[in-house]
């Protein structure tokens, strides 16, 4: 089959992921299951062949791939979808996972982000970090974040993404979004062109390495917003992480920073319902004094029970949302206890 054969299919079982993979049937995950889209197992050279029409989808070489090992990149198919790929090789063949990403703008409320998610736009300065696992949905709770800001609030609105994933239009503020490595080479880079830039907002795709998480600690300090996502999961281990970047020698500077510029962090996950698909489950903790004080002591550990004792002051925390879910009957009892936080305890509570 051809590319566009293969994506249109994937599009009509509204798929998510297409995975194009050597010595397998090309698959497309479809709200969670594992669907094949081929008769037959694609062998290398149709691996190659598809990835290569991608490429030319995109008008873009293979060289960086040959390179580095790895691509990111996106492309559109007028009337279909936008697609984001990485194309990488395995065992000496290539292949290639594309992610797809609808036109025009995701909304919350069908997605079923929380309103107190996206409430923290309110805020003018500071950092909110969006965390989860890949493939939770990170990049379209920012979108729908910065959508909100382009909408409601006058000023300069500033993406770095790798790839591109989300067109936005100028509303009531301007936006400049920059593809990284095709706009600027590196996260990095693009953070500290864009203090020359006059942002209100910053949005950083993700924050990978010491230099960009030392950049927007920065930018977050000197007046900005700057929301960005983490491969994390639960408020503690994102504090944590970033603290675990930096030296050790460094890191009871960091903890004080932090807990000052910090506003929130929402961690989130895809999980199955009981009758097929999948459900967000979000946990939110908002920084008050008292998290403050647990991050600058470095009692990180102590989080979780700060966010369970904030609820309905700000905070969700991720086992009450399991428990609602169970009750609501959306989701069954395993289901809950295998993506708990603290499963003993939830499992007394249900």
Known sequence: MELKELLQKAYDLDGSDIFIVPGAKITCKVKGDMVPLSGDVALPDDTEALVREAYRLA??????????GDDDFSFAIAGLSRFRCNAYYQRGTIAATCRMVAFGLPDPKQLGIPDMIMDLTRFRNGMILVTGPAGSGKSTTLACMVDKINQERHGHIVTIEDP??????????????????????????????SLRQAPDVIMLGEMRDLETIRTAITAAETGHLVLSSLHTTGAAKTVDRILDTFP??????????????????????????KNGGQVGVFEV?????????????GRTHQIDNAIFGGAGQGMISMDAEL??????????????????????????RL
């Open 59 to 68: 008008n873009r070489d293979l060289e960086r791939l040959r390179e580095e």
């Open 323 to 348: 428990q609602r879910l169970c009750r609501a009957g959306e989701i069954t009892k395993e289901t809950a206890l295998l993506y708990a936080v603290s499963p003993e305890t939830l499992a007394k």
């Open 248 to 273: 050790a020698e460094q890191q009871a500077q960091v903890r004080v920073q932090i807990s000052m510029v910090l506003r929130a962090v929402v961690s989130q996950r895809l999980v199955p319902k």
């Open 164 to 193: 591109i994933e989300y067109i936005h239009r100028h509303k009531n503020s301007l936006i400049s979004q920059r593809d990284v490595p095709n706009d600027a080479p590196t996260f990095a880079r693009a953070l500290r062109a």
């Open 285 to 297: 903790m908002t920084v008050n004094p008292a998290v403050q004080n647990l991050i600058r002591d």
